[in-house]
């Protein structure tokens, strides 16, 4: 059965950093790109970052480029997603997700990043 | 990138069946065939429900369909059952950014 388990999300203040991981099992991880999607609260889904099998190509949502970066662990089957420079807005539930055809085939719980003083 | 256009809600009765349309460009939509569908319940993960325009992953019921036309597609849901009232999402991928574009969400109530 496909898992993937984020954590690291919490309260952070405004200009802060966080780094969020996600643990894959029941795949072979090192096969499969892997995504971060995220919902504000009572918003929709926006695709926050996607990361190829191999961690060699990694592309980005213009609200987050040049603040996040997606990297991969594929000896450990674990997603990162280190955000710096937090603003109010990047406030949602991060979801981490095997991806594949281009869509977000299998998905975590998610884990709630909350950007306030 | 703008998001794709869903309606904001839709409801049908127990048996009935209801269709969600999802609207884009030649430059997501239109222009691939790499529509996807996604159920999400009040407080949960989001579950994929149609790939590729059309294609449903094991475990899905065959009540849901999808569809594409030029720049525009669809979700049917036949034979509405009430676990079926949920928000729908649709995507595209996108050749202008790589990742994809989802819709607003459409609310379904089973009525």
């Known amino acids: 059965e496909v898992q993937v388990l984020e954590s690291g999300g919490g309260l952070v203040q405004p200009g802060g950093s966080l780094r969020l991981s996600c643990a894959a099992s029941g795949f072979t991880f090192s096969s499969y790109t892997m995504s971060w999607v995220r919902q504000a609260p009572g918003k929709g889904l926006e695709w926050v970052s996607i990361?190829?099998?191999?961690?060699?190509?990694?592309y980005y949502a213009d609200s987050v480029k040049g603040r996040f970066t997606i990297s991969r662990d594929n000896a450990n089957n674990t997603l990162h997603l280190q955000m710096n420079s937090l603003r109010a807005e990047d406030t949602a539930v991060y979801y981490c997700?095997?991806?594949?055809?281009?869509?977000?085939?299998?998905w975590g719980q998610g884990t709630l990043v909350t950007v306030s003083s | 990138q703008s998001a794709l256009t869903q309606p904001p809600s839709a409801s049908g009765s127990p048996g009935q069946s209801v269709t969600i349309s999802c609207t884009g460009t030649?430059?997501?939509?239109?222009?691939?065939?790499?529509v996807s569908w996604y159920q999400q319940h009040p407080g949960k993960a989001p579950k994929l429900m149609i790939y590729e325009v059309n294609k449903r992953p094991s475990g899905v019921p065959d009540r849901f369909s999808g569809s594409k036309s030029g720049n525009a597609a669809s979700l049917t849901v036949s034979g509405l059952q009430a676990e079926d009232e949920a928000d729908y999402y649709c995507?595209?991928?996108?050749?202008?950014?790589?990742?994809?574009?989802f819709g607003a969400g459409t609310k379904v109530t089973v009525l």
């Open positions: 990361i190829s099998s191999s961690g060699g190509t990694t």
């Open positions: 995507n595209s991928y996108s050749g202008s950014n790589n990742l994809g574009v």
């Open positions: 030649s430059s997501d939509v239109g222009g691939y065939n790499y």
């Open positions: 997700a095997k991806r594949s055809s281009r869509a977000a085939t299998d």
